[in-house]
């Protein structure tokens, strides 16, 4: 099942820069799209989200764009701080759909180096 | 915050063994799912359970599994006879669905270990 996708599995960058991450998807029936993060032995905690009816959504140092005609989402962090060093997964939903559950992609590890 | 709690962190079972993972879904949600992740792959949705029925299940929830809400606060997981393939991280999530583009809240997981 390939509905969501990350094509990076692992991002360095030096703390203070920007990271950012990239996630297609290829069902056109997702109209929700979020970022979980993910520390070892934790389960994915939800970072922000986007609904298909906006291309922008903004959370202090988080950023979710969105782009419909591309299928293609991606999540700003600025300024990358250590403590942002994690597994990002990149998820999406149906909203119209019976259960909304959630197609995950394969996840992105950060590593903010100080 | 209120947070997704669940039971038992590692689980230990023998092959052919029932196990049943418990969890505890944030207090004033409405939607509850199991997820699962084996070591390697990608989160994968097994089943979403709404009005004290199933809303959808996926193609690994078979016969084997099933899940229950027996109280007004514990939400289970059933398998009947466990397998090898069984062994993965379970993941419990709860969602509020007073408005749309709620976003789903995870528990930290049963690690379920088949032996």
């Known amino acids: 099942d390939q509905q969501v996708k990350q094509n990076s599995p692992s991002l360095s960058v030096q703390e203070g820069r920007i990271s950012i991450l990239n996630c297609d998807y290829t069902?056109?029936?997702?109209?929700?799209f979020l970022w979980y993060k993910k520390y070892p032995a934790e389960g994915p905690t939800f970072l922000i989200s986007i609904s298909s009816i906006k291309d922008k959504n903004e959370d202090g140092r988080f950023t979710v764009f969105l782009n419909k005609s591309a299928k293609h989402l991606s999540l700003h962090i600025v300024p990358s701080q250590p403590g942002d060093s994690a597994v990002y997964f990149c998820a999406a939903s149906d909203e119209g759909a019976a259960g909304n559950k959630l197609t995950f992609g394969g996840g992105t590890r950060v590593l903010v180096k100080p | 915050e209120p947070e997704v709690t669940q039971t038992p962190s590692h689980q230990v079972t023998q092959m052919g063994q029932e196990v049943i993972l418990r969890c505890v879904p944030i207090?004033?949600?409405?939607?509850f799912y199991w997820y699962r992740q084996i070591l390697g792959q990608k989160v994968e949705f097994l089943v979403s359970?709404?009005?004290?029925?199933?809303?959808?299940k996926s193609e690994i929830f078979d016969d084997q599994f099933s899940v229950e809400r027996p109280d007004g606060s514990n939400f289970t997981l059933k398998i009947r006879s466990t397998k090898l393939e069984d062994s993965a991280m379970y993941f419990c999530a709860s969602r509020d669905r007073t408005s749309v583009n709620q976003p789903q809240h995870f528990g930290d997981g049963t690690r379920l270990s088949i032996l």
């Open positions: 359970f709404y009005n004290n029925e199933i809303s959808e």
């Open positions: 207090s004033n949600h409405l939607y």
């Open positions: 069902n056109s029936m997702f109209d929700y």
